[in-house]
């Protein structure tokens, strides 16, 4: 993974604490679009805007944030980040009930 450990852990941070509580109603919303072709994808992006309008929302450094990333990373990059950190969550879910 090419991104940078600390640009990882405060995705990790944002979409643990602004997208995760939503992920029953993210899931639900794709499940509803038929023209989603690929859910599990579309579910680790929402949540990536979900968790920047509100980190933006309340610390308006999202901007900064984003800039820094795509700086040295493009989508696919993030991506696998997101890929790692949505796997991360839902196995702390399922066998530590986070």
Request: aromatic share 14%; net charge positive; charged share 30%.
């Amino acid at each position: 993974m090419k991104m940078k450990k600390e640009h990882y852990n405060r995705l990790n941070d944002m979409i643990k604490t602004y997208a995760w509580p939503h992920r029953i109603e993210i899931l639900k919303t794709i499940a509803n679009d038929n023209r989603v072709k690929d859910s599990a994808r579309r579910f680790r992006w929402d949540c990536y805007w979900i968790a920047s309008r509100a980190y933006h929302a309340e610390t308006s450094m999202w901007l900064v944030f984003i800039d820094e990333l795509y700086a040295y990373l493009n989508d696919t990059h993030i991506d696998t980040a997101l890929k790692k950190i949505i796997e991360n969550l839902e196995i702390n879910r399922l066998f530590k009930g986070e």
